[in-house]
């Protein structure tokens, strides 16, 4: 049963950067559903395009822009084009993300810095640029982070830097901005099924099979697990969170769970 109004979000903007696949998309359709227009933006143009001709093609008000959140410049352009298409911004999600699997020892400077890149100063860059473009007081930022800034996790040295700098940028924003009636939350997703992520992270049966084995719930989580609670804190039932990390992950954030039997 769906637990929110079907229009709670008419007649307002939502932006996604890295909006064209995966969770990012599922948070796109989500809030489409829930009334917003929506604008997408990614770096490669035939995603974006077909990210926008499906949601359009399901009824759905929509554009898409063609930028990397590396880029401060292109991302700006990217925002000014949405406020200049539907005006003030109500909802900015940024979820574009790297990730792989390496010991850092096996790591170049450049693959560390890669990760950092496109996580950390991407999410800065999203939101610096969207601060011109909000409406104020009300908007509602949401990064997307994972349990890595929290849980130092082997192999993961880059995505666990990455993800807690994204962590402390939320807060900070949340501090700095929350005067002008913007707040600033972050969503730290586990193994989510169906995602490229996970296809690289566990890439055979019994990988994932291992990682199901060390969640408290031991499933995976779906996009539209992490869409709803996006559509929650898009919206006005939301409106007294901000700083807040929020954990939808099955219980990954707080360790390995794998020696716990059923209780009795």
Same mark, same amino acid.
């Given at each position: 049963?769906? !637990? *929110?109004?079907?229009?709670?979000?008419?007649?307002?903007?939502? *932006?996604? &950067?890295?909006g064209s696949?995966?969770?990012? =998309?599922?948070?796109?359709?989500?809030?489409?559903?829930?009334? &917003?227009?929506? &604008?997408?933006?990614?770096?490669?143009?035939?995603?974006?395009?077909?990210?926008?001709?499906?949601?359009?093609?399901?009824?759905?008000?929509?554009?898409? @822009?063609?930028?990397?959140?590396?880029?401060?410049?292109?991302?700006?352009?990217?925002?000014?084009? #949405?406020h200049e *298409?539907?005006?003030? @911004?109500?909802?900015?999600?940024?979820?574009?993300?790297?990730?792989?699997?390496?010991?850092?020892?096996?790591?170049?400077a450049n693959?560390?810095?890669?990760?950092?890149?496109?996580? =950390?100063?991407?999410?800065?860059?999203?939101?610096?640029?969207?601060?011109? *473009?909000?409406?104020?007081?009300?908007?509602?930022? @949401?990064?997307? #982070?994972?349990?890595?800034?929290?849980?130092?996790?082997?192999?993961?040295?880059?995505?666990?830097?990455?993800?807690?700098?994204?962590?402390?940028?939320?807060?900070?924003?949340?501090?700095?901005?929350?005067?002008?009636?913007?707040?600033?939350?972050?969503?730290?997703?586990?193994?989510?099924?169906?995602? +490229?992520?996970?296809?690289? /992270?566990?890439?055979?049966?019994? !990988?994932?099979?291992?990682?199901?084995?060390? /969640?408290?719930?031991? +499933?995976?989580?779906?996009?539209?697990?992490?869409?709803?609670?996006? /559509?929650?804190?898009?919206?006005?039932?939301?409106?007294?969170?901000?700083?807040?990390?929020?954990?939808?992950?099955?219980?990954?954030? =707080?360790?390995? &769970?794998?020696?716990?039997?059923?209780?009795?």
């Open positions: 049963m769906d !637990a *929110f109004a079907s229009d709670i979000l008419k007649g307002k903007t939502a *932006f996604i &950067a890295g696949s995966g969770i990012n =998309l599922g948070i796109a359709e989500r809030l489409a559903e829930a009334g &917003a227009a929506v &604008a997408i933006m990614s770096r490669k143009q035939d995603k974006v395009d077909a990210a926008v001709a499906a949601l359009v093609g399901a009824g759905h008000q929509a554009i898409g @822009i063609a930028a990397d959140v590396r880029n401060y410049t292109a991302t700006e352009a990217a925002l000014r084009q #949405t *298409f539907w005006g003030e @911004i109500d909802v900015v999600v940024s979820g574009a993300a790297g990730n792989f699997l390496a010991p850092a020892l096996d790591m170049s693959a560390f810095k890669a990760v950092v890149d496109i996580d =950390l100063l991407g999410t800065f860059n999203v939101f610096r640029a969207c601060y011109a *473009f909000l409406r104020r007081p009300g908007a509602s930022l @949401i990064a997307i #982070t994972a349990p890595q800034g929290q849980r130092p996790t082997p192999f993961q040295a880059h995505v666990c830097a990455a993800k807690a700098g994204v962590d402390m940028l939320t807060k900070c924003l949340a501090m700095e901005w929350g005067p002008s009636g913007v707040r600033v939350n972050a969503i730290a997703p586990g193994p989510i099924g169906g995602t +490229e992520g996970m296809a690289r /992270l566990a890439s055979s049966p019994e !990988a994932e099979a291992k990682v199901k084995s060390r /969640l408290a719930l031991r +499933e995976y989580g779906t996009k539209r697990d992490i869409a709803d609670l996006a /559509l929650y804190l898009s919206s006005d039932n939301a409106r007294y969170m901000t700083g807040s990390i929020v954990s939808c992950d099955g219980g990954s954030v =707080l360790g390995d &769970a794998s020696a716990v039997d059923l209780p009795v």
